[in-house]
């Protein structure tokens, strides 16, 4: 059965009302003999079991709390290790290609276009020092 948003705020909304209801209803014979007391300590309703209910209570949110905390750190050294272990791998398939672009350690044959526009560049360069040299003496 599944229930939408209404149905939950209308069973939320009765809930409410009537354990409002009751609570005036269990003080209607004292309200109506007018036996109104000032009196903090005495409590209509005088729970012996509040102070172990609250004992409990604590004692359970401290377990659960500490049990929360262990499960964060161990999902947090996992997951560190999982993110190390994969940065390992991805560097070592990276390596792997680079190495495949070199046959037995040695570079692989640039095209000729490309070294011939690479000399090129070098030979303007030397050109360019020897014209600053020259012009600086």
Do not use: C
């Not at 059965?1 to 209801?21: G, P, V």
Request: hydrophobic share 40%.
């Amino acid at each position: 059965m599944i229930l939408n948003l209404n149905s939950i705020l209308l069973i939320l909304f009765f809930s409410s009302l009537f354990s409002i209801i009751f609570m005036i209803w269990k003080k209607w014979p004292i309200l109506k003999h007018e036996q109104i007391s000032n009196d903090n300590e005495k409590a209509f309703f005088e729970l012996s079991y509040l102070k172990e209910v609250k004992h409990i209570t604590i004692e359970g949110a401290k377990k659960h709390g500490y049990s929360l905390l262990v499960i964060a750190v161990r999902f947090y050294i996992q997951s560190t290790n999982f993110l190390r272990e994969k940065y390992k791998e991805i560097k070592t398939k990276i390596t792997e290609k680079i190495n495949k672009r070199h046959i037995n350690g040695e570079k692989k044959e640039i095209s000729k276009f490309l070294k011939i526009i690479g000399d090129y560049k070098n030979k303007i360069r030397e050109i360019k020092h020897k014209i600053k040299r020259e012009e600086n003496l």
